[in-house]
């Protein structure tokens, strides 16, 4: 499911990766902040990509690899700034023995980081509209 302006990140070595037996893989999704704040989208979803349509789990191991998330400072994007409208991203991503969580604030200026974290935003509200749970059955 690419996003417009992400380009495609199908082919990524790091794809591969997953497949052979890097283990599965989790994340952990949460928003802070933003002009209209609302608790009940700010609750940490979780996705397991694993569960997911084959293309969309695809999709988001390749711009995990793109952004090279494992490899970042745990503070990635802009420092966070003042202002109510500023909106900051959580994310932890657990691969078999490898764990990172990032605080990513925007503007994101990184335009992989950018695509990963929208493309994990487009998961966490399908998973919310699924309801309990964030996965299918």
């Given at each position: 499911?690419?996003?417009?302006?992400?380009?495609?990140?199908?082919?990524?070595?790091?794809?591969?990766?997953?497949?052979?037996?890097?283990?599965?893989?989790?994340?952990?999704?949460?928003?802070?902040?933003?002009?209209?704040?609302?608790?009940?989208?700010?609750?940490?979803?979780?996705?397991?990509?694993?569960?997911?349509?084959?293309?969309?789990?695809?999709?988001?191991?390749?711009?995990?690899?793109?952004?090279?998330?494992?490899?970042?400072?745990?503070?990635?994007?802009?420092?966070?700034?003042?202002?109510?409208?500023?909106?900051?991203?959580?994310l932890t991503i657990t691969e078999g023995t490898r764990r990172r969580t990032l605080v990513v604030a925007e503007p994101i200026e990184d335009e992989a980081l950018r695509c990963?974290?929208?493309?994990?935003?487009?998961?966490?509200?399908?998973?919310?509209?699924?309801?309990?749970?964030?996965?299918?059955?």
């Amino acid at each position: 499911m690419p996003l417009p302006g992400c380009g495609d990140a199908h082919g990524q070595a790091a794809g591969t990766a997953a497949r052979d037996g890097a283990g599965a893989m989790e994340i952990e999704f949460e928003m802070e902040g933003g002009l209209a704040h609302m608790p009940g989208l700010a609750c940490p979803v979780v996705i397991a990509p694993d569960r997911l349509p084959e293309a969309e789990a695809q999709a988001i191991r390749d711009q995990v690899a793109a952004a090279q998330f494992f490899d970042r400072p745990v503070q990635g994007g802009a420092p966070p700034g003042r202002g109510a409208d500023r909106r900051s991203y959580i994310l932890t991503i657990t691969e078999g023995t490898r764990r990172r969580t990032l605080v990513v604030a925007e503007p994101i200026e990184d335009e992989a980081l950018r695509c990963l974290v929208r493309l994990i935003e487009v998961q966490a509200r399908a998973a919310r509209r699924r309801g309990a749970g964030g996965q299918p059955p």
